[in-house]
């Protein structure tokens, strides 16, 4: 018999599949905010994309990806497999597979409407075997030293709670370099400094992608614990309240903007996962309000004064208030704002800046050579005939299309 308030067999099994199926579940919220966002030309392309990168990640993180993070493989019998821990180890790949899935899933909404199918899938394979994994095993299985050296140096580790560097700065960062090398949509800018608007296709999907994500979000972060008896109410809340503050300060600065209001709510996300367990509630409420306004402010400067063609603005969500989400732990973690302590900004400025310069470097060889060697973007004729024709040869509306014709 159980001892009670031991957790039962298989109950930390039980646990952590809970979560990986909600974090599974936000990949269809990636794929109907990117739907509501892109043109209705590139919809079914923003479907089929997200599933296939997920389908490539599972392959590529099983095979190579989390034996670089974390040494475990899983060739053995199943005897070998489940003996001991009820497969824990199993459902713990399953649960850091959509984490890694996101990254992908994060530079789909960049690089959207004019990069071409398979050559994205290849630089999935790449991003999320490689690349993803030997950062993530940085930060999360003490690879190289570099945690111990942050400790002894600094005080303290770097810490990333539950991926606002490692999985969000990653996925935006890397999108950054896919959207310069790819250039912008034909017709996004004119001469003379003129942007042409590109408005969302549907506003109720692109909110439909964002209450998935957020309500995903809570396996995210609260089931980051990964075992029953580690979970914090503390996290739920502090998620809770990062939420709310983006969005209620995109609300504010954004101006009503719709897009600007859901998505709002994901930037205070992405900033609360590192230190969702270590800072205070009302602290969380302010490092979720100033990603909202980072999110609203810097959009506008991406699409507009810096001329990238980032459709989803991934780039200033997740990269840059993945970036302020780790920075934020070295501040609002301190105990004299009202945080558990045991945290250094130091460790955290050096930690998240090695996290974008992996993901910098990482994400330039590998779209910089399927660039030079194969090609990344759609031909003119293809783009302007739109992805979904061009590449699945099928409308999201055929109707409407046998009506004009």
């Known amino acids: ?60 993180y099983f095979f190579v990806g989390y034996h670089i993070a974390y040494g475990i493989s899983f060739f053995g019998d199943v005897k070998t497999l489940t003996t001991g821990n009820h497969g824990f180890e199993m459902v713990r790949f399953f649960f850091l597979l959509t984490f890694a899935a996101a990254v992908p899933a994060i530079i789909s909404g960049g690089i959207a409407e004019r990069a071409r199918f398979y050559p994205q ?30 400790a002894s140096v600094f005080g303290a580790p770097f810490h990333d709670f539950a991926g606002s560097v490692v999985v969000h700065a990653m996925g935006g960062w890397m999108a950054l370099m896919a959207v310069w090398l ?9 001469k003379n400094g003129v ?40 996290v739920a809340l502090n998620s809770l309240m990062a939420l709310v503050g983006g969005m209620l300060a995109a609300l504010a600065v954004g101006k009503g903007d719709p897009g600007f209001v859901h998505n709002g709510a ?55 208030c993945g970036v302020w989400g780790g920075l934020a732990v070295g501040i609002f973690g301190h105990q004299f704002l009202g945080g558990a302590g045991g945290v250094s ?25 399927i660039k030079y060697f194969i090609g990344i973007r759609l031909d003119p004729e293809a783009e ?11 409308s999201a509306y055929p109707e409407e299309d046998i009506e004009r014709a």
């Open 345 to 369: 900004f130091w460790s955290q400025l050096l930690g998240t800046s090695l996290g974008v310069l992996v993901a910098l470097a990482g994400s330039g060889i590998v779209y910089g050579g």
């Open 1 to 60: 018999m159980t001892a009670i308030g031991a957790t039962p067999p298989g109950g930390n099994v039980f646990f952590l599949l809970m979560g990986a199926i909600l974090v599974l579940a936000m990949h269809g919220g990636f794929a109907f905010l990117e739907l509501g966002t892109v043109r209705r030309r590139s919809q079914v392309n923003a479907l089929v994309k997200i599933l296939s990168d997920f389908g490539i990640s599972t392959m590529v």
């Open 266 to 320: 994901l930037a205070g996300l992405v900033a609360i996962c590192a230190g969702s367990d270590v800072v205070q509630p009302i602290g969380a409420l302010a490092i979720g309000a100033i990603a909202g306004i980072i999110f609203v402010y810097l959009f506008t400067f991406v699409q507009h004064r810096l001329r990238l063609d980032d459709v989803l603005g991934v780039w200033p969500m997740h990269g840059v």
């Open 195 to 234: 942007v042409h608007a590109m408005p969302p296709s549907n506003i109720p999907f692109l909110a439909l992608g964002s209450w998935i994500l957020i309500i995903g979000w809570f396996g995210f972060n609260v089931m980051s614990a990964q075992q029953l008896m580690a979970v914090q109410g503390l």
């Open 182 to 190: 790819l250039g912008p949509r034909k017709g996004r800018y004119g």
């Open 384 to 394: 302007y005939a739109g992805a979904d024709l061009s590449l699945h040869h099928v």
């Open 121 to 150: 899938l290849l630089a999935t394979a790449f991003l999320v075997g490689l690349v993803y994994p030997f950062y993530e095993g940085i930060v999360w299985n003490n690879h190289y030293g570099i945690q111990a050296w942050f």
